[in-house]
Structure formats: C-alpha cells, structure tokens
C-alpha cells in the first residue's frame, strides 16, 4: 500500500490504486505518516523543511464548523462520465437529424416524391397598432429577455412599425 | 490519476465533512504555501502563523470551491490576501506596489495564535530535518538516489526517469519508494521525538 501511496504522490498510480489509497489514508494512520513523511523528503531535497504547521492546524479545524458542501465539486471520473454522455447525446442527436433529413435528399435514381397539395397563402393585413404602444414598448425595452442579443437586433421590433401607428 | 485529481478527491471528501482530507492537503501544501508566504514575511514563526491562517481560511472557504482551478492554485490566492492583510494589521507595507486599503484588510486573528518571534526551535528543528535526509540519502545505492534525485529535485516524470535510468517503469516506481522508505526510516526517529519534545 505504501508503494501505491509512494506512485500516487508522482502521478503514477493507475487510477483504482488511487481510489484504495484515498479511502486508506482516512483510517490508516500508519499510511497518514507515510504521506507526511513521503512529502517532507521532497521538500527537504528541495530544500524547505518549513514550516511545519499541519498539527497547529488540524488543531484549530479540531474548533472549526464542520464544512459540508458535498456537490460543490464534481469528482473528476463523474466529470469525464458527464462529458462523455452530453458528447455521445450530441453525437446521437446529429445522426438521428441527419437520418431523417436523407429521404429530402434529391436522388435522381429515385421517383419524385408525391405532389404536396399547396395551400393558399394567406393574405397580409395590416394590423393598426394602438397609440402609444411604441413609446411602451421602448420604455420597456431593457425588460426584454431579448436584450441577450447584442447590437440593434433588440431594437428591431420597436421601430417596425409603420409609422402611420404613431 | 493526476496530482490535480487526487487533490480534487481530497478536496471532495472535505466538502463532505472530512476534516482528515483537508488535513493531508495541509500536509501536502504547507511546505509550498510556507516558501510563497516567506516572499512577503521574513520572520519564520510569524510565516508559521500566516501559513496557518491561510489554511484555516481555506477551510472554511472550501464550499466555494468548485474545481475550476487547481487546489494549489486557489489555495495559493488565499495565502497571498492573507499576507497582505497581515502585514496591513501590522501596519507594514506589503512589497508589490498594488495598493489595497487598509479599511478593507480583515480582521487577522492574533492575540494567543501568535507565538514569541524568538523561536529557534523551530529553526533548528528544520537544519536537523534537512542534515539527516541529506546523510539518508548519501547512505543510498546510486540506483534509488538517482532515481531519487530525478523525480523530487529534476521534477521528471516516472517514464523520463526510466528512459535515463534505462529500466523499466516499474522499477523506478520500486526504486523511488525503496529511496523514500530508507530516508524516512532514519527520519522517524527525530520527527517521534519532536513530537515527545512538545509534551
């Protein structure tokens, strides 16, 4: 285990091996001193020895609040599942459009399609807009959830109106 | 699995209530936040104390924490606003020339957290760390010191190390925890009693 330990620290540990030595290093204390030890080599070699402050610490959280946030932070392997799923969502969701787009694609091997009866277009009417709509509508504006749009694209349906309306 | 991610792991188990995950973070980083600090902080127990109430800071910080960054990384900006706000307490100049009002400074927490500045215990605690690791390791076969060597001080990774070495990853990986297992026996004598010096 304390080799496992000793890899994990270099990022050499597989990641089941990782898995047991977190879960260890909780109810292990020999495994605890081990992880101490392993870094104060490091440091030393670095040369820093100091400070050593982890025990004053672990003291004063001893007094602190219990922090419980237990989804503030995704682990990693629940992140890359999440990932892989939208990604292969995505990906499903491409090819079913695509597939039902194939028929529409001209095949002059195949028959025409059947005629589709056309139905009339209805006719456009100019539908009068109460006085002072306009001025209510640019009042209003900034409470357009359409403001998300940059530019003037916001604006563009205040100032079609016609301007007999006004 | 990455160091980022076994951090975020420990990180992860604190959020849901183990204070003994945070603790191996400390373990982990006190050394590092110990040298950011010292750039700010001359006297080493007042280093100590600012080290140590970045850590608690960060604790109680942790359900902000959402894994954007690396731990080290968000731990080290808790570690810099802590300084500054010291040194600000203390009524001193922090050394970069961003100015921060001293209205805005947090209320340090000192009174019984600060310990007498004349604490040579420490300082000699940490030559006696630094002696015994640095015979440990002139006492080891070149194989594991080299591999040693190459991992904690050249930072390689364990492939590199086998390329130069070469051997197989799987020996470096035995070699290096053989290297640390020889250094931390001769270690665990003056770190036991230390701990025996305090009671």
Sequence with gaps: MKQRLSAMMDDAAQDHECEICVKRLKDDPELRAAWGVYHLIGDALRGHTAP???????????????????????????????????????????????WMALPLIDDPRESPPPAIAKLPEPPLVAVPVAQGVGDYLLAHQRFSPSLAIGGIAPYIRSVTEENGAR | MADREVDQQLVARAQAGDKQAFDLLVTKYQRKLGRLLARFIRDPAEVEDVAQEAFVKAYRALPSFRGDSAFYTWLYRIGINTAKNYLVAMGRRAPTTTGFDSDEAEGFEDGDQLRDINTPESVLASKEIAATVQKAMEDLPDDLRTAIELREIEGLSYEEIANIMNCPIGTVRSRIFRAREAIAAKLRPLLDTRKDRRW
Aim: charged fraction near 20%; charge should be positive.
């Design chain 1, 52 to 98: 050593d402050v982890a025990e004053r610490v672990q003291q004063r959280l001893a007094a602190e609040p219990t922090v419980f946030a237990p989804h503030a932070i995704e682990p990693p392997r629940r992140r890359a599942t999440r990932y892989a799923l939208s990604m292969a969502a995505s990906v499903a969701a491409v090819a079913l459009v695509g």
